[in-house]
């Protein structure tokens, strides 16, 4: 059969998020980041690299490599984005936007049959896109859990059935109802700082414990705490996914209900949630209605560790008797650089053991829906995290983002162990009494 000469053109890079040159060119392929990245380290392979990968994106801007190569498209969602080969490149090379422009490429030009595209859709896009269709999700979820129908429906092999079984594991207990956003806030006697919180998605629902928690401790240390309303998710599974136009979406949207006073602190309980919000200057870079309040936006973002580390704590007044260990959220420790500050805050807890985990800072898994879609890579390195949790011998893990929670979970059982998981911010709402003696929320 004749080839022609369009059959020998590659697809190269075109239209938005093209890969950066500039970026492409930073790696001098040294291999520094090869022990770092947690998929080189289960399949040794090359290709499986930061290097490697960076080596195929550089390939299809050269037009040596096709942009549909299934090669390609393979390395390009085998990386967890863990970013871990950032913090110990000597080039500073910014890996994280290179990998989500490959992405981006891919969605925009590799065609989907109509069954992926509606998927993505239903699964992605359509929870995630308003925080008020996640909160009745997860309200029907609560209820599910209260009325036993899980344990019912595990019994009689329903969820296997319909291929729900993993993702229903994955769900902890709902204990509270939903934070809405714009409805609660938390003011102190003594106010000597005030700051808006970043609700969330998962956070504002299937953890809007931790969230109220983070309010009461706020306010234990003379802080006041608003949750603007309007605020939606912060996009970082659609940027993951290379779904940039939605999350650009999502970002206008928080910039403007965080517009306020323009100068508060916006605190943030989830690492991978802090991560995209301090990268929407980067993602809005090309807007000129945006940009310059984007990277304004950006600079008021802290991690609540990184917040709470930076004052002078009051002192909790209840002991927390219990050996914890700590696992640290890769766009926490990686992205946002943010190790000794978790630690210094749980070192004030009185009573409190800590005892270092090894790997701490190796990729769980969870990586955003990675556990989901790439569910052997994704369990392998689960069952290593939990193996050494586990060889910790403590009575809890602590963490700090949601995806690491379920993921750490959802490890621990399946490796035999009841071990529980909590966020940092509980830990310190039980030091300062928990619910009970913590300033109590008012109607905003």
Request: a positive charge.
């Amino acid at each position: 059969m004749a080839v022609s000469l369009v059959d020998l053109v590659k697809h190269g890079y075109s239209g938005d998020d093209v890969p950066d040159d500039d970026l492409l060119r930073a790696c001098v392929h040294c291999g520094m980041c090869l022990p770092t990245c947690p998929t080189y380290r289960l399949t040794g392979q090359e290709a499986s690299s930061p290097r490697g990968r960076l080596w195929l994106m550089k390939s299809v801007a050269d037009g040596r490599l096709d942009l549909l190569d299934p090669e390609f498209d393979e390395q390009m969602y085998q990386c967890l984005n863990c970013r871990a080969c950032e913090a110990v490149c000597p080039s500073g090379v910014h890996y994280g936007p290179l990998v989500e422009a490959a992405r981006s490429q891919l969605e925009q030009h590799r065609p989907r049959p109509l069954w992926q595209r509606v998927r993505r859709r239903a699964g992605l896009n359509f929870p995630f896109s308003r925080v008020s269709r996640m909160r009745a999700m997860v309200n029907g979820l609560r209820l599910y859990q209260r009325v036993g129908l899980s344990a019912a429906l595990r019994k009689t092999g329903v969820l296997r059935l319909v291929r729900l079984e993993t993702l229903e594991a994955m769900l902890p207990p709902i204990q509270e109802a939903p934070l809405v956003s714009g409805k609660e806030s938390w003011n102190p006697p003594l106010v000597e700082d005030r700051i808006d919180l970043f609700n969330g998605c998962v956070m504002s629902t299937v953890f809007s414990n931790v969230n109220r928690a983070t309010g009461r401790v706020l306010a234990h240390n003379n802080v006041a705490t608003a949750v603007p309303a309007t605020q939606q998710c912060c996009g970082a599974l659609h940027v993951h996914s290379g779904m940039m136009d939605e999350a650009r979406k999502l970002a206008r949207i928080n910039i403007d209900a965080f517009a306020g006073d323009g100068v508060s602190p916006i605190i943030v309980t989830a690492a991978g949630c802090g991560a995209a919000l301090k990268e929407y200057g980067f993602l809005l870079k090309d807007d000129p209605n945006y940009a310059d309040r984007a990277a304004r936006f950006s600079g008021r973002v802290q991690d609540v560790t990184e917040y709470l580390a930076a004052r002078d704590l009051v002192p909790p007044t209840h002991d927390v008797r219990a050996t914890v260990t700590y696992q640290e959220p890769c766009h926490l420790a990686h992205a946002q650089r943010i190790i000794a500050q978790p630690r210094k805050l749980l070192a004030q807890v009185p009573g409190l053991e800590i005892t270092e985990m090894k790997e701490s800072s190796l990729c769980c898994g969870s990586a955003g829906i990675y556990n989901i879609i790439r569910k052997r890579m994704a369990d392998d390195l689960g069952d290593r995290k939990a193996e050494n949790v586990v060889a910790t011998r403590a009575d809890c893990v602590v963490t700090a983002n949601p995806g690491c929670h379920m993921q750490l979970r959802t490890s621990l059982k399946r490796n035999g162990s009841e071990m529980p998981v909590r966020h940092i911010v509980e830990i310190l709402d039980e030091a300062y009494g928990g619910p009970v003696v913590g300033s109590k929320a008012t109607n905003a």
